[in-house]
C-alpha cells in the first residue's frame, strides 16, 4: 500500500520562539541554495539533537520567481508571485522572496542557533530581505493584548486544510505559505477604549470570546466554501519589537492546502465586503511585506529533484485556471523587483506605521 508523503514540520505545535528569514538567491548561487534544502533536515537535527526538549524545527518554503531556478521539476499548481492589494486606504505590499525559512523551537538560542549555521551556509549566494525574531507574548496573546490563532484547526482537520493532496499528486503532502510583516501603532491602538478594540478584533479582550460583529476583523477573516463550510488556514503569527526604537509587530504567517483561501482573507480585509469598507484593525497595522512560498514536503527535500540544465530558458508560471485565485494585475509581468543586496526592503522607515 502506497505511503503517504511525509510533509516538512507544518502540523508542529506552536513554539515560544521563532526567526523568520526572507531571502533572494543571487545569480549563480542556484547551487548552494539547493545544498542548504537538501541539509536542512540533518542540520535541524544536529543542532536539536542535544536539547530535545527544545522543539527545534524548519520549514522551507521556495517562491516563484525561484522555482524554475532551482528545480527541473513541475510547478506546484498553485504557485504565484504574491497579489499585491490596493484598498480604498490601505495597501497590502508584494516584497521579493525566493527562500522562507521559518525557524521554531521552545527556546531562542536554538533558532539562534540553526540561523547561523543556515546564514553560514549560505554566505555569498543569498540576499537577505527580512530577518524576524518572533517571541510568545504573555498567554499567547499579541502586542495588541488580543490571544491569536484561537481557530487554528487541529489533527485531521489541520491536515485536510493545509497539505496538498490528490488535486497535485506530485505535489502531495506540500503547503502554500504567505507571510507579511505588519507594524503597529501602539499609542493610537491603546488610547482606544477596550469596548471599541474588542469590536475591530470581534473578540472580548480579557476572555477571548467570540463576538457577533459582522465587520469586525475576526468575521472578514471567515472565508466559506461553495457548500458553506468555513474554510481554515493555519497560522503560527509570531509578535516582534523593539522598544528602545518604538518598533512594534506582527509576523504573520499562514499555511493552507490552497493559497486562495489565505487571499480571500486578504481581500476582504484590504478590499472590503459588504459590511465593511475595510478591517478597521488596518487603521492601527500596517503591512510592509508580502510573499507567497510554496512548502514541498520533507520527501522532497530529501530526494530533490535535478536542477535545470545550464543555459535552459527559465520557465513560467500558468495563469491561474478559471475561479482558482486571483491574477496578479500584469500575469505575465516579472514579481516584485529585486532591491540592491544590502538587504533593505525599498520601503522606508520600518519604525512608522501609517496607512496608504
Known amino acids: 500500500m502506497a505511503t503517504e508523503p511525509e510533509p516538512q514540520s507544518v502540523l508542529s ?18 547551487q ?6 537538501a541539509d536542512l533536515p540533518g542540520l535541524t ?11 527545534l524545527s524548519c520549514v522551507a518554503g521556495v517562491g516563484s520567481a525561484a522555482w524554475d531556478r532551482l528545480f527541473a521539476f513541475p510547478r506546484p499548481a498553485d504557485l504565484h508571485p504574491f497579489t499585491p492589494l490596493e484598498g480604498t486606504r490601505h495597501r497590502a505590499p508584494a516584497t521579493p522572496g525566493d527562500l522562507l525559512l521559518h525557524l521554531r523551537a521552545t527556546r531562542p538560542d536554538l533558532c539562534f542557533a540553526l540561523a547561523t549555521e543556515i546564514m553560514k551556509r549560505l ?3 543569498v540576499a537577505v530581505q527580512d530577518e524576524v525574531q518572533g517571541f510568545k507574548y504573555l498567554d499567547v496573546r499579541d502586542l495588541l493584548g488580543f490571544v491569536d490563532g484561537t481557530e487554528n484547526p487541529v489533527g485531521p482537520a489541520a491536515r485536510q486544510a493545509v497539505l496538498v493532496g490528490a488535486e497535485d499528486p506530485e505535489h502531495a503532502g506540500g503547503s502554500y505559505v504567505i507571510v507579511q510583516k505588519y507594524l503597529h501603532d501602539l499609542d493610537a491602538w491603546n488610547a482606544l477604549p477596550v469596548e471599541a478594540q474588542e469590536r475591530i478584533i470581534g473578540r472580548t479582550k480579557a476572555t477571548n470570546i467570540e463576538l457577533d460583529a459582522d465587520d469586525s476583523h475576526v468575521a472578514l477573516n471567515t472565508v466559506t466554501g461553495p457548500d458553506g463550510e468555513e474554510q481554515d488556514i493555519l497560522r503560527d503569527n509570531m509578535p516582534f519589537g523593539s522598544p528602545g526604537r518604538g518598533e512594534f509587530g506582527t509576523y504573520f504567517i499562514g499555511y493552507a492546502r490552497t493559497p486562495d483561501v489565505t487571499e480571500q482573507m486578504l481581500r476582504n480585509m484590504f478590499l472590503g465586503t459588504s459590511a465593511a469598507s475595510h478591517d478597521r484593525i488596518l487603521d492601527f497595522s500596517t503591512a510592509v511585506t508580502g510573499t ?7 520527501d522532497f527535500l530529501d530526494d530533490l529533484p535535478d536542477a535545470p540544465a545550464r ?4 520557465g513560467t508560471a500558468p495563469p491561474p485556471a478559471a475561479g482558482s485565485g486571483p491574477v496578479p494585475a500584469q500575469a505575465d509581468a516579472p514579481g516584485p523587483a529585486r532591491p540592491a543586496s544590502d538587504g533593505s526592503l525599498g520601503i522606508g522607515n520600518l519604525n512608522r506605521s501609517t496607512s496608504s
Open 13 to 30: 505545535p506552536l513554539t515560544s520562539a521563532a526567526i523568520f528569514l526572507v531571502l533572494t538567491v543571487e545569480d549563480g548561487g542556484e
Open 32 to 37: 548552494t541554495a539547493r545544498e542548504l534544502l
Open 45 to 55: 537535527r544536529a543542532i536539536g539533537f542535544g536539547a530535545p526538549d527544545g522543539r
Open 123 to 125: 554566505r555569498g549566494a
Open 292 to 298: 507567497l512560498f510554496y512548502v514541498p514536503s520533507a
Open 311 to 314: 543555459g535552459s530558458a527559465v
